[in-house]
């Protein structure tokens, strides 16, 4: 029997789902201090709903099917489209309507490194705010829980669609709203492919080359956020204006690793203004870790112009990848071990201590002698062990050998938490 997976879908396994629960309970503790509340949209929507914006690269990437009575369906390619879908349905909530969501979404994307056809997102939105203020909220939030999960090289990389489409249109004269929209797409995939190829893929939808080389180099427009602002002020582009307040307010924010780069416009044409990717500086193999963005034209394609929505989504498998590189894995587990069979109630008795203090812990086997428990420790990843012995015992102490090190130090049996801890 072959026992191999569908293309592009993996298990989850023990030591990955550890840290998809760290990034679940982290992400769960950040929001509800942000003040948002917790729902998950429907995994399978009706097909039109996850096409509501046909043409779309997203388009391709949907996994459909007929169900049993031929309804045409399609499993979530996100999580935003659901909670766009759900808010926009319910006409009596008072905005600004702040919600957040965590689940698996299903896209039928080119597998690669961090990159799968199966794989789960945390994800922010807020309704009914169109101001610079939401887009900023959202921006802290995402840059709040990286920090709480230690990953401390990421930054925000900042671009605005609306000032690229100014360019595009005042700059490079071109009207067509379709020609508008491919030359985004274009400039959304300059982290992918050459200059050469874009020309050649591009000038067969209609763009000269000399408009995509200008284009490119409008693009590589990067640099911190008042410099950038200075020269788009200057090129007289008035909706570098948005960048600005927003440059402003992430300050008051306290938010300092901010890159404004022109190339970020996001593939999902339903983004409208502020566009954003945080990206982990020591993990550039990664791509991004988080996108989001200002997206009101969603909400108008559901019926609710006047429902202005941001918001942001994380890839959980990329977070945890870019952690487990930086050594941020849980350093304080501890596996109880002891010196012979007769002290195995002595090693319960602690190992409910340690538990009790949420610290991960297990207890090594009484068919087992103290090398070969410590053996098992090192091999299911404990970072130390806890040694009951007799002699120790005595002078009432416990021993704490940190199995990267090989050091031991003795810790009081009365304060055990705080021995472990410390
Ligand atoms: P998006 O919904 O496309 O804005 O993506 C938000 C985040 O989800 C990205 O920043 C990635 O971290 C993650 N992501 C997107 N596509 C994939 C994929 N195919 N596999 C794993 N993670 C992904």
Redesign the pocket.
Known sequence: MDLSLPR?IRDIVPEEFELHQRIRTAFEEVTDAYNFKAMEPAPLETLSILRAKSGSQVDEQIYHFQDKADRDIGLR??L?VGMTRYVVGKRGMKPPIKLASYGG?W?Y?E?QH????W?Y?WDIEVFGDPTIDSDAEVMDLSYSLFKRLGLSEVKLHVGDRRVVEEYIRSVLGVSSDGKVLEMMRALDKVAKKTEAELIREYEAKGVSAAEMKKLLEFGSTRGAPAEVVAKLKDAGLKSAEGLSDLAEILKLRGIANVEYDLSIV???DYYTAIVF??KDGARPD???????GRYDALPRIFGRPELAATG????????ALSMSGAGTAESRSVYVVFTEPALYGEALKALSQVREAGIRSDIGLRSKGLRKQLEDASSMGFRSALIVGKKELESGNLLLKDLKTGGEKPIARGSLVEGILS
């Open positions: 592009g390619f996100d935003t979404v896209r994307d597998p961090a990159r799968y056809r794989f997102q996001r593939g999902i990717e945080v990664l791509g991004s870790l988080c996108g989001g942001a989504a994380g890839g959980i498998e990329r977070i």
